[in-house]
């Protein structure tokens, strides 16, 4: 039985998020946005996270209207501080240093627009690692490994990244790696799209 559902477009260029959609099996395309994604003053990160993700969502509205539109967001938090993407391996030891035996809260937007009916959904999914006590060695050893650079809190969950670890909360282990995707469904369900 063909799908009758509207075609789905993914606001980001990130290949782990593209990665996870393709999960739900469901086709779809993906095109980056173009939008500012600096903080603005004095906004919390929960509100960050949301504004952004519905943010890349709606900057495609009119170049796709007739899609669902998919947007995310995520910030990683150190003791009320929002940590990026280290961008090289002197910044990833710096913030893996920091989180050693530490707990780094993440917040992780979704946002689905669906143009044809003028609506939006936007939520945020925590999730917390609790990383081991971590020797500088180890810290070097991981990243000449993996060299996390382009993910905020320099790690790769999906990967070597796990062995930092010592446990994790949370209620979807995708929001970890950045789009979560039990939330996500609902949100589909909810345009009326069917997953499964």
């Not at 240093?97 to 937007?109: D, E, K, Q, V």
Request: with cysteine.
């Amino acid at each position: 039985m063909p799908s009758t559902n509207p075609p789905l477009l993914l606001a980001s260029s990130s290949p782990y998020r593209r990665e996870l959609l393709a999960r739900l099996q469901l086709p779809f395309i993906w095109h980056s946005p173009e939008i500012d994604e600096a903080p603005l003053p004095d906004e919390t990160a929960l509100a960050l996270v949301q504004r952004l993700a519905l943010s890349k969502a709606r900057a495609l509205v009119d170049a796709y209207p007739e899609h669902i539109i998919i947007g995310s967001d995520q910030v990683a938090v150190l003791d009320g501080r929002i940590i990026g993407k280290p961008q090289h391996a002197a910044g990833a030891f710096q913030q893996l240093r920091a989180a050693s035996g530490r707990r780094l809260m993440f917040l992780t937007a979704v946002a689905v627009i669906d143009p044809q009916r003028s609506t939006e959904q936007v939520d945020c999914v925590p999730f917390s690692v609790h990383f081991r006590q971590l020797s500088d060695a180890q810290i070097m050893r991981y990243i000449d490994k993996e060299q996390p650079f382009d993910c905020a809190g320099s790690f790769k969950s999906e990967g070597l990244g796990v062995s930092l670890f010592q446990a994790t909360e949370g209620s979807d282990a995708t929001s970890l790696v950045g789009l979560p995707l039990i939330r996500l469904c609902d949100m589909l369900n909810a345009c009326g799209i069917s997953v499964p």
